[in-house]
């Protein structure tokens, strides 16, 4: 029988500072989000972010908490509630960090008798740190706990037109009416070096104004492209003109390079330059969290503010809309039927 593991980021299980501290150290810990030797990382995460960082971050999460939990959490079950509605394969869910882990949601599937699964991971564009490393952990699993399950994995979304659609759609029903001076496409941001650790061409990633516009085997795995790609589309679908928008990389960590460019940087640039109103919004996700809620909502509302900016509109992500629920439940109902490439080619 076939079933379905949702995946998404993670959470902590509380805004305690203890829960905060374990989640980020197994966040942190991971070597495909802070690819350097492991006693590199344990220096730098173990030895210097987790003395500080714990109480900083335990502070931004009361700031976005609900009542019922985590938003990501409680936003991630709403749509997996959505899914099983409309399909009869099973449909688990599971976090690639925190308690609600990979072998609990297979387990969970196995349990009811599933042998083959379609993991879903919540993200439109490939990245190692995201897509790459739920990838490799369900792997591990699977070779230690469930070597008599088949996986596959449903590959990056980011330009197929049934999310196209309902991410351009997503963003209309905010702007339209909205008199707004520039709409600014935010996305997760990643070092520079991820780029070409995962260009499959060994020579095709110069992250410069070409690589990323000129066709190659290495977008399969590029996430700036595919960012980048997103943004093109969703213009495209939208008609919007030239210099009302434009894209930006969030969330840096350390001295290294990371893409460019910044999205808070950017956020004051336009202020100063006299943008007045400003919508945002953050196609790296599908659903809202920590980054989007207090980086974007919050910290990108204060910096607009303090340079001038009026008024500051942040687009929610897809989260568990009605659209949305019935694309990812498409593909995997066509899944079903058929192998995961066809069903969303």
């Known amino acids: 029988m076939k079933g379905v593991l949702l995946v998404n980021l993670g959470s902590p299980d509380s805004t305690n500072p203890k829960d905060v501290k374990r989640y980020l150290d197994e966040f942190l810990m991971d070597p ?17 972010i987790l003395n500080t ?19 990501l959490i409680v936003i991630s079950e709403r749509l997996q509630k959505k899914i099983q509605q409309k399909t009869t394969l099973p449909i688990a869910l599971a976090m690639r960090y925190g308690s609600m882990t990979l072998k609990k949601g297979l387990q969970e599937l196995v349990d009811k008798g599933v042998d083959e699964v379609l993991v879903v991971p919540l993200y439109p564009q490939f990245a190692m740190a995201t897509t790459e490393t739920i990838e490799v952990a369900i792997e591990a699993l699977q070779k230690k706990y469930f070597p008599q399950l088949e996986i596959s994995s449903l590959p990056a979304f980011y330009n197929k037109p049934e999310y196209i659609e309902v991410l351009s759609k997503s963003i209309s029903e905010t702007i339209q009416g909205l008199d707004y001076d520039h709409l600014l496409f935010s996305y997760h941001g990643v070092p520079e070096r991820h780029i070409r650790k995962r260009d499959i061409t060994k020579s095709h990633c110069k992250i410069d104004k070409t690589c990323c516009v000129t066709p190659s085997p290495a977008h399969q795995f590029c996430y700036r492209h595919q960012c980048l790609e997103t943004t093109r589309l969703v213009v495209e679908k939208l008609n919007l003109k030239a210099g009302t928008y434009s894209t930006s990389f969030q969330s840096r960590l350390g001295f290294d390079p990371w893409l460019q460019p910044y999205t808070d940087r950017t956020i004051e640039r336009l202020g100063k330059a006299g943008i007045k109103k400003m919508a945002i919004v953050t196609p790296a996700f599908v659903s809202d969290c920590l980054e989007t809620l207090e980086e974007i909502a919050m910290e990108g509302a204060e910096i607009f503010h303090e340079v001038g900016g009026k008024e500051f509109t942040t687009i929610p992500c897809l989260n568990d809309r009605d659209d949305w629920a019935e ?6 109902d ?5 192998d995961i490439k066809s069903a969303i080619a």
Not at 32 to 48: F, K
Not at 55 to 67: D, H, T
């Open 32 to 48: 495909r989000v802070i690819d350097v030797p492991r006693w590199a990382r344990i220096l730098l995460v173990r030895g210097i």
């Open 53 to 71: 960082r714990p109480k900083q971050s335990a502070a931004a999460y009361k700031k976005i908490w609900w009542e019922e939990g985590s938003p």
């Open 327 to 332: 694309v990812l439940t498409g593909w995997i």
């Open 334 to 338: 066509r899944w079903r039927i058929v």
